[in-house]
């Protein structure tokens, strides 16, 4: 049977502005890719909406936001990236709308990327399996932030103290998302993505998740991703394009 091949991304860009909802969410399908582009020179930076504090079960919020951003500080620097922004916003019922679309586009005007990443924001993960309220939400505002960032006249109250529209963003693309039509090969940063789940060892740990392998795990979408690309590993991407008429 003829699988539907994807088409490879577009790697002639500078900065890439990753927003997603909780840490972790890049480590679950996108941090082998980031270390291919953080290899190549490219400057990522990334961008927590939340800091995951209604994650841990076993741990309260003040608790659990310490030890999931210690997590994921460690966790983006296994793949090159030296910059993490908390949002701080309310885990598990964020909610889209203005106030989402208003802080996600300031951190866009602060960064000026040429690419803006985040997660499956899609209802379901292209099965049965329900996706999360806030990746939802977030996904969702990405989209609308972005073109917020390049309006002058929305969001007006940001421009202060040297912060500018920024209307650059060329694309953005949405990992994991069960109507992806394009991917980048993982296979020579496959072993960085494995570690920088592992680095995430508290937060699956309170999950229970006793057996869990992050390299069998990952493994499974990389190889069926990179049978569509040519490649042995790879992570697929939904792309929307920013520009008119695009």
């Known amino acids: 049977m003829d699988i539907e091949r994807l088409e490879p991304l577009a790697e002639d860009w500078e900065r890439a502005l990753c927003v997603v909802a909780h840490p972790d969410d890049m480590e679950f399908g ?3 890719a980031v270390a291919r582009w953080t290899g190549q020179g490219k400057q990522v930076t990334y961008c927590m909406v939340t800091s995951g504090e209604a994650g841990i079960d076993g741990l309260g919020p003040d608790e659990c936001r310490t030890v999931r951003e210690a997590e994921q500080v460690a966790s983006a620097a296994v793949v090159g990236v030296p910059d993490v922004v908390f949002l701080g916003l309310p885990d598990g019922i964020l909610e889209y709308g203005v106030p989402l679309r208003r ?3 300031r951190v866009v005007r602060r960064y000026r990327p040429d690419i803006v990443i985040t997660g499956n924001f899609q209802d379901t993960w292209g ?5 999360q309220a806030d990746h939802i939400a977030t996904g969702r505002a990405v989209l609308d932030a972005v073109r917020d960032a390049g309006n002058r006249w929305v969001f007006n109250e940001q421009l202060v103290d040297g912060l500018e529209p920024w209307g650059g963003v060329r694309e953005v693309w949405a990992f994991g998302s069960p109507d992806s039509g394009h991917a980048v ?3 020579d940063t496959f072993d960085a993505g494995v570690a920088s789940l592992e680095a995430h060892g ?3 740990e309170g999950l229970g998740w006793e057996d869990f392998d992050a390299r069998e795990f990952l493994e499974g979408m990389a190889r069926q991703t990179g049978q569509r690309l040519g490649t042995p590993f790879a992570a697929p991407f939904q792309v929307f394009a920013m520009g008119w008429g695009e």
């Open 202 to 204: 508290a937060y699956i």
């Open 127 to 131: 099965g049965r399996n329900l996706n």
């Open 185 to 187: 090969d993982t296979t």
């Open 30 to 32: 996108a941090a082998a």
């Open 103 to 105: 802080e996600i586009a």
